[in-house]
Nanobody, 114 residues
Framework: QVQLVESGGGFVQPGGSRRLSCTPS????????MGWYRQAPGKERQWVST??????TYANSVKGRFTVSSDNAKNIWYLEMNSLQPEDTAVYYC?????????WGQGTQVTVSS
């Protein structure tokens, strides 16, 4: 069974940047629709971005500040977050479709606070 592992979470000051990573246990070449979601305390999980072969889409709340990329040679994909604000505080999850099922990571906490 494919597993995803996120890393890179932590504390960051408002206006700062953070890069999250998602590493699958299977080849990234077998994944489609590689995405990121987040869940803030007391709120529902929110879609952030999805990277497909045809391109990448972003939620309006992060467009222009967040960028998704992948490094197939390292078998990893990233969520680069810039101009972070307190409202970006959440547990961030990566997910992707492998073969016949969606797979989710365990999440990594990002806290934006002064």
């Amino acid at each position: 069974q494919v597993q995803l592992v996120e890393s890179g979470g932590g504390f960051v000051q408002p206006g700062g940047s953070r890069r999250l990573s998602c590493t699958p246990s299977a080849s990234i070449d077998s994944a489609t629709n590689m995405g990121w979601y987040r869940q803030a305390p007391g709120k529902e999980r929110q879609w952030v971005s999805t990277m497909m072969k045809s391109g990448t889409t972003y939620a309006n709340s992060v467009k222009g500040r967040f960028t998704v990329s992948s490094d197939n040679a390292k078998n990893i994909w990233y969520l680069e977050m810039n101009s972070l604000q307190p409202e970006d505080t959440a547990v961030y999850y990566c997910n992707a479709f492998f073969g016949t099922k969606w797979v989710w990571g365990q999440g990594t906490q990002v806290t934006v606070s002064s």
